[in-house]
């Protein structure tokens, strides 16, 4: 059974840094994409980061470029999203996601098979 759980947010201060994670069970990240969401109270969700299954190459959203970093760990079982740099614009639920494709760019919500349950990141001062 394919499961995602996300940890790791929290509530920091703008310039901070956060690396929540996203740990897979029932499969490993090498035949998956894993992407990274969020959302932000009265707005859609939004794609933010992902890696694909085929040769882990990384894609962002042009909001995080230069501040976020997605990557995996050597048994691909556990995708990070280290958050740089972060504002107050970034506050939102982060979600993880799999589906079972190659991917070429950040694509939509919907074409996700699989989601975590979300966790609360908060930049304030």
């Known amino acids: 059974q394919v499961q995602l759980v996300e940890s790791g947010g929290g509530l920091v201060q703008p310039g901070v840094s956060l690396i929540p994670s996203c740990a897979a069970s029932?499969?490993?990240?090498?035949?998956?994409?894993i992407g990274w969401f969020r959302q932000a109270p009265g707005k859609v969700r939004e794609g933010v980061s992902c890696?694909?299954?085929?040769?882990?190459?990384?894609y962002y959203a042009d909001s995080v470029k230069d501040r976020f970093t997605i990557f995996r760990d050597n048994a691909k079982t556990t995708v990070y999203l280290q958050m740089n740099s972060l504002k107050p614009e970034d506050t939102a639920v982060y979600y993880c996601a799999a589906v079972r494709a190659v991917v070429r760019s950040i694509i939509p919500p919907r074409n996700y098979d699989y989601w975590g349950q979300g966790t609360q990141v908060t930049v304030s001062s």
């Open positions: 029932g499969f490993t990240s090498d035949y998956y994409t």
């Open positions: 890696i694909s299954r085929n040769d882990g190459s990384t």
